[in-house]
């Protein structure tokens, strides 16, 4: 059994060196991708478990887009191994393609199709698809089936494009910035949408800048800078968050207060016994996901 004060292992990342994993979604060592003389990646290892949904996160530049595109298979890499559900993805066929979704920032949206005709085209290229009306009510869309594409809110275009990532029931699903563009209440439909899929055993990897977006749907959060994963975590982990002092802040005597602590509990309780009601404007607060994120990546941002 872990003792309690045993250390959050944060980094559980696999070792260079250490062999690909065969029961990962995705499994990736020494991966590295240049652009001339410019290394892009610069020997990630990473394992991603199925049916885990997992954020990379990096300022501009760090590689993310590139890292994706080697794992889907459009683009080669100049070093390293990789395996995308036990394949090659330099060697992936039809079947292996198949079996994955992805969503990127399409034009869906501008076709002559309704969004039915849209997803009963895609559907067609699979073996085992999903009905497209229900993946219409998955996604939210069942209302709008007969509008055409160019006639929807941005937000629905979104929609479409996870729907046409869905409908072939990839077992591994990317996802490229899902909700830029969103209101806050269709990014919140949208993450409940993410979460039915989970349900539905879909492994999907996540890229966003929202980092409360990382924080509401990812198992685990890869930070990527320069090329290189500077850490691998559960984002309640990330960056020792979850071991980090606390701050307290309140207001005594008309002066704002603040104080760290790695006890808030009994620093509240000897606070609250000064005081004759509620202590005024109290707050308890740990580093948040963008505090230790961007102190992570420094200079990069
Ligand atoms: N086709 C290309 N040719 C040359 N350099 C490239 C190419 N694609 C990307 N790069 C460079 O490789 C590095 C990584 O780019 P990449 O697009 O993978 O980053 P990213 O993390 O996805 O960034 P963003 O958040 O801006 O999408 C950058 O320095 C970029 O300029």
């Known amino acids: 059994m872990t003792s309690p004060s045993a250390p959050v292992v944060a980094d559980n990342r696999p070792r260079p060196g250490d062999p690909l994993d065969p029961d990962a979604a995705i499994s990736v060592r020494g991966l590295v991708k240049r652009y001339g003389d410019r290394t892009a990646v610069d020997s990630l290892d990473l394992d991603i478990r199925r049916g885990e949904i997992f954020a990379l996160l990096g300022p501009n530049g760090a590689g993310k887009t590139t890292t994706v595109e080697v794992l889907e298979g ?33 034009g869906a949206g501008d076709s002559q199709l309704s969004v039915r005709e849209l997803l009963v085209a895609r559907a067609s290229y699979y073996a085992a698809p999903r009905d497209p009306d229900e993946v219409l009510e998955l996604v939210g869309l069942t209302e709008k089936a007969g509008a055409r594409g160019r006639t929807l809110s941005g937000g629905q275009r979104r929609r479409l494009d996870v729907a046409l990532g869905i409908v072939g029931r990839p077992r591994l699903l990317f996802l ?11 990014r919140r439909q ?19 800048h929202y980092l409360d977006e990382a924080e509401a749907l990812a198992d685990r959060v890869g930070v990527l800078a320069r ?13 020792g968050r979850g071991t980090a002092p606390a701050v307290v802040r309140w207001t005594e005597n008309g002066v704002r207060r603040t104080a760290e602590t790695a006890t808030p509990t009994a620093f509240v309780r000897e606070l609250a016994a000064r005081f004759p009601g509620e202590v005024p404007d109290l707050t308890v607060a740990r580093p948040t996901l963008e505090d230790v994120y961007l102190k992570m990546i420094g200079d990069d941002s």
């Open 190 to 208: 949208f993450w409940a949408l993410i979460r039915s899929l989970r349900d539905l055993g879909t492994t999907m990897l996540l890229t966003t």
């Open 227 to 239: 090329g290189q994963l500077a850490e691998v975590a559960v984002p309640a982990a990330l960056g």
């Open 74 to 106: 459009y683009r080669k890499r100049d070093g390293g191994d990789v395996r995308v559900l036990g394949t090659d993805p330099a060697r992936g066929g039809r079947r292996w393609k198949a079996q994955l979704g992805i969503v990127l920032q399409s």
């Open 176 to 186: 490229d910035e899902p909700t830029t563009g969103f209101d806050p209440e269709a």
